[in-house]
């Protein structure tokens, strides 16, 4: 399903990502979501740990819509408003993702909507 590319050539990862990730199987790219519960419509603007954890939340139902999990994520994409949320966005990012570890990005973007999180994710589809 997924395996993990490491060679000591390259420089090792400092966090929970792999340096790259072969896949095998139909993928599933899930576009960007923001940290909006599906329920109320609104979001925490004030605590970027709720944030993110709600944008997992929100990558896992359609993870799963999918037919696939986050044990089948192979590549992360992160999007902060500010870089000084890195810590708490990796807190949360690490309580969904299982070695190996996906590849991942992270990077500083304008948002819209005043959110301070976006990830996106690529999955494989398990064949049963």
Known sequence: MRK???TEKGAKPIGPYSQAIVADGPLVFI???G???PQTGA???NDVGAQAKQVFENLTV???AAGTSWANVVRVGVFLSDMKYFAAMNEVYKTYVTEPYPARTTVQAQ???G???EIDCI?????V
């Open 115 to 117: 959110i301070d999180v």
């Open 4 to 6: 993990q590319i490491f």
């Open 31 to 33: 576009s960007g979501q």
């Open 111 to 113: 948002l819209p909507g």
């Open 35 to 37: 940290p909006i519960d």
């Open 43 to 45: 979001f925490d603007k």
């Open 123 to 127: 999955a494989v589809i398990p064949q």
């Open 62 to 64: 359609l993870l799963e």
